[in-house]
């Protein structure tokens, strides 16, 4: 755990000072374009399409 | 403005869902996309990520490496050739990670990865390269 928790020490000190946002600092607008929305679903297609390959071949090493 | 994330391939099957709530405020780099599509096995899968791929671009949220960011980087995995701290295989296992890191330090994004070590590694000769660990982005 102290190990760990240095490493994320280690890792803030080589980023400098500056704070980085987090997840939860990222909202989708509450009005979105077509084009948009269009993303958002052809992108949840993908992930579902990469999900069930990895549940069929298993899990993938990228190259 | 905050710096906009930018994802390492293999955070995305892990976050999908997350990453789905702040898909227009992340961007997308062509580096991406190859690793996926080079490792994709059935065509409606390819067929799939093409369509996002061509999304990504109508939303202006695709990245690629332009001919200086490649000098730019090949220039900076030299310095990591000649420092001799790691074996060449290991820099040529590096090639893409490195362009990723050029993209992000270039778009003014930060990557997100499980991968921190390689990074680490070319954060060594791109001082403006911000990193963090997708565990600590999204906060698990």
Same mark, same amino acid.
């Given at each position: ?43 949840? !297609?993908?992930?579902d ?15 | 403005?905050?710096k906009?994330?930018?994802f ?11 990453? !789905? ?5 992340c ?5 991406? *996309? ?45 310095r990591?050739?000649?420092m ?25 994004? *930060? ?30």
């Open positions: 755990m102290r190990q760990i928790k240095a490493m994320k020490k280690e890792l803030t000190n080589q980023n400098g000072s500056e704070k980085l946002p987090r997840a939860k600092d990222f909202k989708l607008p509450k009005r979105l374009t077509k084009d948009q929305k269009e993303l958002i679903e052809a992108f949840r !297609e993908a992930m399409a990469l999900k069930k390959e990895e549940a069929k071949y298993g899990k993938k090493t990228y190259i | 403005m905050a906009k994330p930018i390492d391939t293999s955070v995305f099957p892990d976050y999908a869902v997350r990453i !789905e709530n702040l898909l227009l405020s961007l997308f780099p062509t580096l991406v *996309f190859y690793e996926l599509v080079a490792t994709s096995i059935d065509d409606s899968t390819l067929q799939k990520y093409e369509r996002w791929r061509v999304l990504a671009n109508k939303n202006k949220l695709l990245i690629n490496p332009t001919a200086t960011d490649w000098w730019e980087t090949s220039k900076a995995i030299r990591l050739y000649l001799q701290s790691e074996q060449p295989t290991k820099l040529k296992s590096l090639r893409n990670d490195a362009l990723i890191a050029r993209l992000a330090v270039i778009h003014d994004g *930060f990557v997100v990865t499980h991968d921190t070590d390689d990074f680490q590694v070319i954060q060594k000769v791109m001082p403006n390269l911000k990193i963090m660990s997708a565990s600590d982005f999204f906060e698990l």
